[in-house]
């Protein structure tokens, strides 16, 4: 089957960095998203990686290495807003896009 | 720009009756989605569409059904509502395949299912 994992929760302080990490196993791989979601809110996207590497957009930075089924997202600087939580996702061979659960994201002061 | 919109926001029924999801967008996608976001699981998706007049199943179909008569709206609905559909539901679109790399969400639809 496929799958998805990462962490259900985290907790880091404000002005600090944390990484969150995502593994997976799915039929085929066609690219990797990130999306953060605040309660009650919607999805809004992130990141994508296809080739290996990082992917660096101003304080996130989304690292991926596909012969390792890995992938981790990197928040520097946190900030208060940067509290939701972080949805890591797969797209398989037949570009349809399996979801983790999302890992909770909780900054404190 | 209203992106995509999701009508209603809030519904409560009770089990055995009928509704309908409304799900619009006005940046001319020609893809999209209809989700459910349950606690602990990651998003499953219901129904999509790839243009208009067209829908195809997706992994979590059974009690739903879709329609996409015009190309800006995407309809959900539900026959005969059963307390496990009980759920928030996330509509999106893109313009083309999933590899143009976002997707775009309406605000959701929280169901409760009596």
């Known amino acids: 089957g496929q799958n998805i994992d990462q962490p259900t929760e985290m907790t880091a302080t404000e002005g600090a960095i944390v990484q969150i990490n995502c593994t997976y196993q799915?039929?085929?791989?066609?690219?990797l998203f990130w999306y953060q979601q605040h309660a009650g809110e919607a999805p809004t996207f992130l990141s994508y990686?296809?080739l290996d590497g990082l992917e660096e957009k101003g304080r996130f930075s989304s690292f991926l290495s596909r012969s390792k089924g890995y992938s981790y997202l990197l928040l520097k600087e946190l900030q208060m807003k940067d509290s939701a939580s972080y949805l890591c996702a797969v797209q398989d061979s037949n570009y349809q896009l399996i979801w983790g659960a999302g890992t909770k994201l909780i900054i404190k002061p | 720009n209203a992106g995509v919109t999701q009508t209603p926001k809030f519904r409560v029924l009770k089990t055995g009756q009928s509704m309908t999801l409304l799900c619009a967008q006005d940046?001319?996608?020609?893809?999209m989605y209809w989700y459910r976001q349950d606690p602990g699981m990651g998003l499953r998706l219901i129904h999509y569409?790839?243009?208009?007049?067209?829908?195809a199943k997706g992994e979590v179909p059974d009690g739903y059904n879709v329609s996409r008569l015009k190309k800006q709206n995407f309809l959900l609905g539900l026959e005969s509502a059963a307390p496990s559909q009980t759920s928030v539901y996330f509509c999106a679109s893109t313009q083309g395949r999933w590899d143009t790399g976002e997707l775009f969400f309406g605000e959701g639809s929280r169901l409760t299912v009596l």
């Open positions: 569409s790839v243009g208009e007049g067209t829908t």
């Open positions: 940046m001319n996608h020609e893809y």
């Open positions: 799915t039929s085929g791989f066609n690219g």
């Open positions: 990686n296809v």
